[in-house]
Each structure stands twice: as structure tokens, then as C-alpha cells.
């Protein structure tokens, strides 16, 4: 697609112009259009910053300006293969009722002024000191920064975000240690790193090259925003599978498949060498 490199100036006529044919790839009509908080990709004191940027949503892309002029593309996201996941408030869940024991619900040794009571934030056990120092972000509950736990909670929701590919402060180093290379490769292009600053209105963007997370002001522009992006990635979906119904591929009985071997791991699945009627085949 033809659009202004990432900080040249763009002739507005290629940002603006419509297409006599309306199918046409270099369709660049905006969508949607509006001001959005991004997470840059710069760290101060350890953070990442946030900026507002206008957002225009093209037919299969996303691009964002420093402002609503339009003349300098920062960057930009292709929507074909991107998935969008949107986060709670917090507060906008319920959270679970903590417990008013007298005593540790683990051990049973009592709160005193030496022994304070603590809560896990995710099943509100009362706990003292040793049984709640684990640490750990509870997207969930609208949680992004962490906050304290028990053991069993920690490992149920270290669990689930393994199992979502959410990459988090807490986990980011047992991700990288993980112990299978294949494991690696396939968490670099499947996991989604969450912000280590708690925002309202939060969601993201999510392509096999990059991840845009962004925020709203309101709670009722962030569910426009997220609408409309759906709307064209199923558009989107929906026009690539007609697609390939006009263009029907050969069906191979795969038991006829010999000398199978995995040679590589790419970004939409793994691809093997195998041999089909004694001629060398590739297959996704």
C-alpha cells in the first residue's frame, strides 16, 4: 500500500484521494477518525510514555499523525491479520470479598501488631506476610500493574496468562527462560507485553509485525474505536475467504504424504518438507 514513510511529509492528495474503483488496493478513504492515547516505544525512568495521536482507520490499516493535520505519518498497522483485545477498568469488575479472619488462613497464626493481615487480591484470603509475597498483574480484574497474592492464585493466574500470550513485569523472565527454542519463536510472534502503567480504557492492537496499545478518555470512544476496527478486520476476513473460494487449491490427501520433516516455523504456522507422488513438496 502507498502511503508517507514514517516521518516524510505526505501530499495531501494521497492521503485524501478516492479511487474511481472502489475495490481498488490503494483504497486510502478514511474509515474512522479520531484522537487516541498510544504507548510509544520509548522508556522514561523505566516506563514507556504515552502520547495522543490522531488515529485514521483505513480500509485494511491504522495509521497515526502527530495531529490531526495529517502531513507526517508516524507509523502505521496492517489490520488484515490483527487481532484486538480490549481490558476491564478497574473497578468495573467485582472484585472477591476479602476475608476478615483473625487468623492466617494458611497457617493459622494470628494478626497482631507484628503479624499483619494481608489480602490476596485475587480470591481475598486473609494471609500474613510469608504466605502473600507473591507478586503478580490480574488483567482480569482490570488489574495491569502488580499487586499481592497468594501462592495458589499465582500460579493459577501465571496459568492463564501463559495460556492468553500476555507477556507481563512478573513474566516477562520466565518467558524468556522458557525451555523449548520453539516455545521461543512462537511466544515472540503470539504474545502481547502489557503496559507497566495502569490506564483507563485500555485495548490493543494486534498484528503478526507489531502491537499498538492505546487508550481512551471516555469509556464510550474506546468502544466506537474498537467496533469499527472489528468491523473491517471480519471485512476484511470475509473478502480474502471469497477470495479463495474463486480460486480453489488442489486438495491433497495428506496420507499419501511421505518423509515428512519440519524445516521451518513461520508467521502464520509451521512448514514441512515432505515427498507426494515421489515429487519434493512443501506444506503449511
Same mark, same amino acid.
Given at each position: ?18 479511487? %474511481? ?6 483504497? &486510502?478513504?478514511?474509515?474512522? $477518525? ?14 514507556? !510514555? ?16 502527530? !495531529? ?10 496492517? #489490520?488484515?491479520?490483527?487481532? #484486538?483485545?480490549?481490558? =476491564? !477498568? ?5 472484585? =472477591? ?10 497457617? !493459622? ?26 507478586? #503478580? ?5 482490570? #488489574? ?17 496468562? &501463559? ?13 524468556? &527462560? ?7 519463536? %512462537?511466544? +515472540? ?8 502503567? $495502569?490506564? =483507563? ?36 476476513? +470475509? ?18 504424504? +511421505? ?20 515429487? =519434493?513438496?512443501?506444506?503449511?
Amino acid at each position: 500500500m502507498l502511503r508517507a514513510p514514517k516521518g516524510l511529509k505526505a501530499a495531501t492528495s494521497m492521503i485524501w484521494s478516492r479511487p %474511481s474503483d472502489e475495490d481498488s488496493i490503494l483504497d &486510502e478513504t478514511p474509515v474512522f $477518525q479520531g484522537w487516541i492515547n498510544k504507548q510509544g516505544g520509548g522508556r522514561r525512568h523505566g516506563f514507556k !510514555n504515552w502520547r495522543r495521536r490522531w488515529f485514521v482507520l483505513r480500509r485494511d490499516c491504522l495509521d497515526y499523525y502527530g !495531529n490531526d493535520s495529517k502531513l507526517f505519518c508516524l507509523g502505521s498497522i496492517d #489490520i488484515t491479520r490483527a487481532i #484486538i483485545r480490549v481490558f =476491564p !477498568n478497574q473497578g468495573a469488575v467485582k472484585m =472477591p470479598d476479602w476475608e476478615l479472619r483473625e487468623d492466617c488462613h494458611v497457617c !493459622n497464626t494470628k494478626f497482631g501488631l507484628t503479624n499483619r493481615r494481608h489480602h490476596c487480591r485475587s480470591c481475598g484470603w486473609s494471609l500474613c506476610q510469608n504466605h502473600s509475597k507473591w507478586m #503478580i498483574e490480574i488483567p482480569k480484574l482490570g #488489574i495491569c500493574t502488580p499487586v499481592r497474592v497468594c501462592r495458589e492464585c499465582f500460579l493459577k493466574v501465571r496459568k492463564e496468562l &501463559e495460556e492468553s500470550s500476555l507477556v507481563t513485569q512478573s513474566t516477562e523472565q520466565a518467558f524468556r &527462560e522458557s525451555e523449548f527454542s520453539s516455545r521461543r519463536r %512462537s511466544m +515472540s510472534r503470539k504474545t502481547i507485553t502489557l503496559p507497566s502503567v $495502569q490506564k =483507563p480504557n485500555l485495548f490493543v492492537v494486534k498484528s503478526p509485525e507489531r502491537e499498538l496499545w492505546l487508550h481512551t478518555e471516555q469509556h464510550g470512544q474506546m468502544k466506537d474505536w474498537v467496533n469499527a476496527i472489528k468491523k473491517q478486520i471480519s471485512a476484511l476476513q +470475509s473478502a480474502e475467504a471469497k477470495d479463495v473460494a474463486k480460486n480453489p487449491q488442489w486438495q491433497i490427501d495428506f496420507k499419501s504424504l +511421505s518423509n515428512i520433516k519440519q524445516v521451518a516455523d513461520g508467521a502464520f504456522g509451521v512448514v514441512y518438507k515432505a515427498s507426494l507422488w515421489g515429487t =519434493p513438496v512443501a506444506v503449511k
